[in-house]
């Protein structure tokens, strides 16, 4: 019964927090899909990513915030892919598929719609949380390296891709690992992250192969 009643403590307290989150007001005035949206326009102002990327894939896009960024800020002629287990409303310029990203046809069916390797991968994925910070740091930092595993296969020279990770430990290895395979890579944490979340971004620029 404590338990219960701490889950439905914890849950009153996120609805409250959610409902005046100022970025929650912001997406919903500004027409974005979700918050997250502003997470990828501060990422964009710091290490300018979208600008000039002609082919672009959204990992794990639904329910389209970040998809939505892109296809505002990218040129007229770039090429979006989006891929979700879950559909969601379509949005202009924006290819979406529906499926699983490691599934080997969807990769094909992915490149086939881009003509060429993608200039810039993002993922703002994260699995189903069990609130304990453990479980949940080695679950989204296997999330992480399927992501990485997509951008080696998928990002032409010098592109970037972009992954969400919890702070725990085993972030650190990760991001050492990346500069084998790419020239800059960083961490940041946007403001629009709520301050108490473990979520960064790794950001990894300028690939090697």
């Given at each position: 019964?404590?338990?219960?009643?701490?889950?439905?403590?914890?849950?009153?307290?996120?609805?409250?927090?959610?409902v005046?989150d100022?970025?929650?007001?912001r997406?919903?005035?500004?027409?974005?899909?979700?918050?997250?949206?502003f997470?990828?326009?501060?990422?964009?102002?710091k290490?300018h990513?979208?600008?000039?990327a002609?082919?672009?894939?959204?990992?794990?896009?639904a329910?389209?915030g970040?998809?939505?960024?892109?296809?505002?800020?990218?040129?007229?002629?770039?090429?979006?892919?989006?891929?979700?287990?879950l559909?969601?409303?379509p949005?202009?310029?924006?290819?979406?598929?529906?499926?699983?990203?490691e599934?080997e046809s969807?990769l094909?069916?992915?490149?086939?719609?881009?003509?060429?390797?993608?200039?810039?991968?993002?993922?703002?994925?994260?699995?189903?949380?069990?609130?304990h910070?453990?479980?949940?740091?080695?679950?989204?930092?296997?999330?992480?390296?399927?992501?990485?595993?997509?951008?080696?296969?998928s990002l032409?020279?010098?592109?970037?891709?972009?992954?969400?990770?919890?702070?725990?430990?085993r972030?650190?290895?990760?991001?050492?690992?990346?500069?084998e395979?790419?020239l800059?890579?960083?961490?940041?944490k946007?403001k629009?992250?709520r301050?108490?979340?473990?979520?960064?971004?790794i950001?990894?620029?300028?690939?090697r192969g």
């Amino acid at each position: 019964m404590k338990i219960r009643g701490n889950r439905k403590l914890s849950s009153r307290l996120w609805l409250d927090r959610h409902v005046h989150d100022v970025y929650v007001k912001r997406a919903h005035l500004e027409g974005y899909r979700s918050r997250a949206a502003f997470k990828l326009m501060e990422l964009d102002d710091k290490f300018h990513l979208i600008k000039n990327a002609k082919r672009i894939v959204d990992l794990g896009a639904a329910p389209g915030g970040w998809s939505q960024v892109l296809a505002s800020r990218s040129s007229q002629d770039a090429r979006i892919a989006a891929i979700d287990l879950l559909p969601f409303d379509p949005l202009d310029r924006v290819q979406q598929f529906c499926g699983d990203f490691e599934n080997e046809s969807n990769l094909l069916d992915i490149m086939n719609y881009l003509g060429q390797k993608a200039d810039l991968i993002v993922s703002d994925m994260a699995p189903s949380t069990v609130g304990h910070a453990k479980t949940d740091h080695i679950q989204i930092m296997g999330l992480a390296e399927s992501v990485r595993s997509f951008a080696m296969s998928s990002l032409g020279n010098t592109g970037a891709f972009v992954v969400k990770i919890f702070q725990g430990g085993r972030e650190k290895l990760f991001f050492e690992s990346l500069r084998e395979n790419f020239l800059k890579v960083c961490f940041f944490k946007p403001k629009s992250s709520r301050s108490l979340s473990a979520e960064m971004y790794i950001v990894a620029m300028e690939f090697r192969g």
